[in-house]
């Protein structure tokens, strides 16, 4: 039904596809040959995609710090007054201990409210109000809004909340780029994104006010899938075949970079959380002059058959990269989206569901991106508490996914999507369940570097999965796919905290259930996703479909060759 040919023009060799001999749909990869896959004007788009990607970061990892649970006891009426700091020495016999140490939400009862050891009887009192120790930190949200004891629920809420608010914007923003464009997509995540951040900062932040919090973090969640999301996709559909999967895992290294940068900003000496938030979140207002730099993804508009924008776009890569376009461009262009599936529709969501051998990529692919999305969370937690200081352990989390990424690149060209992205998973299970083994055992030492090991299978499987899941589904519906996938990212996510918190039933238990759904997810892929590696970005589904039937048919030119 369709077949590539290629034929002799007065503008050279022409590439294009034809649907019963009337329309064509021109292959983007062929002209990318005469523009350049990779030269200055992708190079340039790439840095600029390099700051999106940073700054969306910053509002998932600034968490660590605004929602900082400082040490706390009960403030004492009888004794505390509101010069009263959290070391002093009437707690010896007003607050009680446990085998904590110091309570944190218990106090002894006062029967004449005087301060002195006489006055303070056996009965044991829930705390009604804290002092909090503010030498690492003089204010976070957990001080603010007294998210501790009783209601030490609201802090993860708000968490699972932000993670919500990824999981609805994963699909949303996924579905809007591909109808109405990467661009305009992406500028309006960057205004979620600034707003949800800078909220708080409106307010004089009281516990009554819990749920501006709460909405701050959502519209946060919202924004920063979507711009990482598209980001993604834009650095993808820039470039050509052979440099996709370069810059897919590259883009990922400045959002573990500003991960590490809100650690270094805040550890510099901006301590207020309010302010944290309001310094990382207020520069992407300044990302929307992009407006006026970033071009739409000439693959998109391709798809949409907007021909004129099209070529203004390929005009203006062909001369910053100083290339002559040789194909013709002018051909009639059959909107991808109108492009016949095997259920002889238009290519849409349900596409991701049918035939079978989509529904089984589908299916895959959602599983191991909850199972890396929980592990990478949940690691991320873990890893946290493995030594007292808080900046050394941030540290030690946020460069353990730099190398992933870096070895990734390295790898993916030379031994394949499929066994990277599997290997990554298999690495992060067993190094999980080498954690749990060892865990309240003499050779318990070993769960930092086990941990961070885990923490490195999880990050190369989260690098890795953007840029394979783009490349398994065709262009009409690789937004949509990448989004709803994200989406059940978003779900591992919410999982994480109630993961981690298994450790209450066994300290091994978290490491136990991380590390067998991530050996189970790379098990899935090595026997039921296609390898990619060296093929176009499949432009129609039927394209998609043989991916893993005939690698080498996107690459040959022969003057008439069934797809």
């Known amino acids: 039904f369709y077949k590539r040919n290629v034929s002799q023009t007065k503008f050279g060799k022409v590439c294009h596809f034809k649907l019963e001999d009337t329309m064509t749909v021109l292959d983007y990869d062929k002209v990318l040959e005469d523009v350049g896959e990779c030269g200055l004007w992708q190079k340039r788009l790439f840095l600029l995609l390099c700051f999106p990607s940073a700054l969306s970061s910053m509002a998932v990892f600034m968490y660590e710090f605004i929602a900082y649970t400082p040490p706390h006891r009960c403030h004492v009426p009888a004794c505390d007054t509101s010069l009263d700091t959290y070391a002093t020495n009437h707690t010896v016999f007003s607050i009680p201990t446990d085998h904590n140490g110091q309570s944190l939400c218990k106090m002894y009862q006062n029967h004449n409210q005087l301060c002195n050891i006489e006055s303070f009887d056996s009965e044991v009192l829930d705390c009604e109000s804290w002092v909090y120790d503010d030498a690492l930190f003089p204010d976070t949200a957990v001080v603010a809004l007294d998210m501790v004891c009783q209601d030490e629920w609201k802090k993860s809420t708000a968490q699972s909340v932000y993670m919500a608010g990824m999981l609805i914007g994963s699909f949303t923003f996924g579905w809007i780029a591909d109808q109405v464009g990467r661009k305009p997509t992406l500028m309006v995540s960057l205004v979620f994104l600034s707003f949800g951040g800078s909220l708080p900062s409106f307010f004089t932040m009281t516990p009554e006010l819990y ?129 016949p599936t095997d259920s002889g529709g238009k290519a849409t969501f349900v596409d991701l569901f049918k035939p079978r051998i989509i529904l089984g990529r589908s299916v895959c692919l959602f599983v191991n991106w909850c199972v890396t999305i929980l592990c990478y969370f949940g690691l991320t937690s873990i890893a946290s508490v493995l030594t007292t200081d808080l900046y050394l352990n941030y540290t030690m989390v ?162 008439e060759e069934p797809l």
């Open 211 to 339: 749920y501006i919090f709460v909405i701050s973090r959502f519209i946060s969640g919202v924004g920063h899938v979507g711009t990482f999301m598209v980001t993604v996709s834009l650095a993808l559909e820039y470039v050509g075949a052979d440099y996709r999967a370069t810059f897919g895992i590259l883009i990922e290294i400045p959002f573990a970079l500003g991960g590490t940068i809100v650690g270094f900003i805040s550890w510099a000496g901006m301590r207020d959380w309010r302010e944290l938030m309001l310094l990382v979140s207020v520069p992407n207002l300044f990302l929307l002059v992009y407006w006026f730099y970033l071009p739409e993804s000439p693959r998109w508009l391709l798809a949409m058959g907007r021909v004129k924008e099209f070529n203004g776009v390929l005009s203006k890569a062909a001369e910053v990269n100083a290339r002559q376009i040789h194909v013709d461009t002018s051909q009639p262009l059959y909107p991808e989206s109108e492009v």
């Open 398 to 559: 946020g460069l353990a996914e730099i190398p992933a990424c870096i070895l990734c690149v390295l790898l993916m060209d030379r031994w394949g999507r499929r066994l990277v992205f599997g290997g990554c998973q298999v690495l992060a299970g067993s190094a999980c369940l080498a954690a749990a083994l060892v865990t309240g055992s003499e050779a318990d030492f070993l769960q930092v570097p086990l941990a961070l090991v885990g923490k490195f299978g999880s990050s190369g499987s989260m690098a890795i999965m953007f840029v394979y899941t783009a490349e398994l589904f065709p262009t009409s519906v690789r937004n949509t796919a990448i989004g709803v996938s994200s989406m059940w990212g978003r779900v591992g996510g919410m999982l994480a905290p109630q993961v981690y918190l298994l450790s209450r039933v066994s300290p091994a238990l978290p490491m136990i259930v991380m590390g067998v759904v991530s050996l189970a997810g790379g098990l899935m892929i090595f026997l039921i996703l296609p390898e990619t590696q060296g093929t176009n970005l499949p432009e129609t589904m039927q394209e998609a479909i043989q991916l893993g039937q005939a690698r080498q048919a996107s690459k040959t030119e022969n003057t």
